[in-house]
C-alpha cells in the first residue's frame, strides 16, 4: 500500500477544534472508502469515522455531531474536522482505508497527535 500523510494535529483545550488532513496517492483515493482512526494511549485503534467514494459518511457514536469527515478529490485529500474536542478525544490520529485494514493489509503511517487539556 503507497504511503498516507496526516498532519493537522496539536494542542487544544476543551471545546475547542482542530481539522486534520490526510493526504492520499492516487492509487487508493477515489477507489476506496476512506477512513479516520485513532489509537489512545493503552487502548486499541478505533475506527471514528470513514467516508465512502460516493460521500456517504458514518461515525463512530462517541464523535457523532462533533466530527465531520470529508474529502477533496482534487487534491486527494480526506479531512476530519473535530468539533467541542473533549479530553478523551485525546488520541494519535490516522487515515486509512477501511477494506484494506479489515483484511490485515492497510500500512499506517505516522500518525498525528491529538492532545485535549486545559
Known amino acids: 500500500q503507497a504511503h498516507l500523510v496526516e498532519s493537522g494535529g496539536g494542542l487544544v483545550q476543551p471545546g475547542g477544534s482542530l481539522r486534520l488532513s490526510c493526504a492520499a496517492p492516487?492509487?487508493?483515493?477515489?477507489?476506496?472508502?476512506m477512513g479516520w482512526y485513532r489509537q489512545a494511549p493503552g487502548k486499541q485503534r478505533e475506527l471514528v469515522a470513514d467516508?465512502?467514494?460516493?460521500?456517504?459518511?458514518n461515525y463512530a457514536d462517541s464523535v457523532k455531531g462533533r466530527f465531520s469527515i470529508s474529502e477533496d478529490n482534487a487534491k486527494r485529500t480526506v479531512y476530519l474536522q473535530m468539533n467541542s474536542l473533549k479530553p478523551e478525544d485525546t488520541a494519535v490520529y490516522y487515515c486509512?482505508?477501511?477494506?484494506?485494514?479489515?483484511?490485515?493489509?492497510?500500512?499506517w503511517g505516522q500518525g498525528t497527535q491529538v492532545t485535549v487539556s486545559s
Open positions: 486509512n482505508v477501511p477494506r484494506l485494514v479489515l483484511l490485515g493489509t492497510g500500512s
Open positions: 492516487w492509487s487508493i483515493f477515489g477507489a476506496n472508502a
Open positions: 467516508i465512502t467514494s460516493g460521500g456517504t459518511t
